[in-house]
């Protein structure tokens, strides 16, 4: 066990690919909603929803049953497109998610995230993926992704699986326990403030945000961490001196 290895571990939805595509073609393909439409923003605030029936449900941490799962999914898009102006039937809720589920396992990797992951494996960093949702379902994104040939199995980290959930600050120390390394020698990036930055701030790790949105912290936080936009800016901060 190397306690003195450095770790870098990435978020999955948003993080690793745009989360926002699926959610968008799903709302047009069922509602018919048009261009004009700020599919951006509503997507903020279905994720908002998603992650607050989330927790209440302990659904994030495999506490929940089907049922409860399918009801959070559809409501998170009831809740969020109320705000907009937007009602729709809990039938129409349906059909959004199972648009949504397909569009889920079409998804490519941003732009060098891949080549990023295995040059910082190949200059010597463990490399792994922590990630919040149920197990099936996030690995059937990463395998979309094809993720599982750049990232060992055993640095692959579920919120279901594991029993806790970002921004938790015990999955982040379970990660360590797993892996042998310690919090002060981690990295970890990603896309949402409420879960991502405060999570692992929360536990002692270095922190990146992956703010591509150009959005505010939702919060203040105790803490210190990075920004970047693009894997290109990560890269300059991750391999400073790579050519």
């Known amino acids: 066990m190397n306690l ?3 770790a870098v571990f990435f978020d999955v939805d948003d993080t690793m690919y745009d989360h926002l595509h699926p959610t968008r073609d799903a709302l047009r393909a069922v509602l018919g909603l048009s261009e004009r439409f700020p599919f951006e923003k509503a997507y903020h605030r279905i994720r908002y929803y998603s992650d607050v029936l989330s927790a209440k449900g302990g659904l994030l941490e495999g506490k929940a049953g089907t049922h409860e799962l399918d009801e959070m999914r559809e ?24 648009e949504y589920l397909d569009r889920q396992y079409r ?12 040059d910082l494996s190949s200059a010597g960093f ?36 594991v029993g806790y959930a970002k921004p938790d600050p015990r999955i982040f120390e379970v990660v360590n326990k797993r892996t042998g390394t310690l919090a002060e020698h981690c990295c970890y990036i990603g896309d949402s403030w409420r879960n991502d930055v405060t999570g692992a701030i ?14 505010s912290p939702e919060t203040d936080v105790l803490g210190i961490y990075k920004t970047a936009a693009s894997y290109a800016e990560l890269r ?4 400073p001196d790579a050519r």
């Open 4 to 6: 003195q290895k450095k």
């Open 202 to 215: 929360a536990a002692n790790w270095q922190v990146i945000w992956f703010n591509h949105r150009n959005t």
């Open 126 to 161: 463990l490399v792994g993926l922590i990630t919040n949702g149920l197990e099936e379902h996030q690995m059937s994104k990463i395998k979309a992704m094809a993720l599982e040939n750049h990232v060992a199995a055993e640095h692959i980290f579920v919120s279901g699986t």
């Open 107 to 118: 998804i490519e990797p941003f732009e060098g995230a891949t080549s990023l992951i295995n």
């Open 75 to 98: 409501s998170r898009f009831i809740l969020a497109l109320q705000e907009f102006g937007i009602e729709i039937t809990r039938e129409q809720a349906v059909h959004v998610q199972q």
């Open 236 to 239: 300059r901060l991750l391999l």
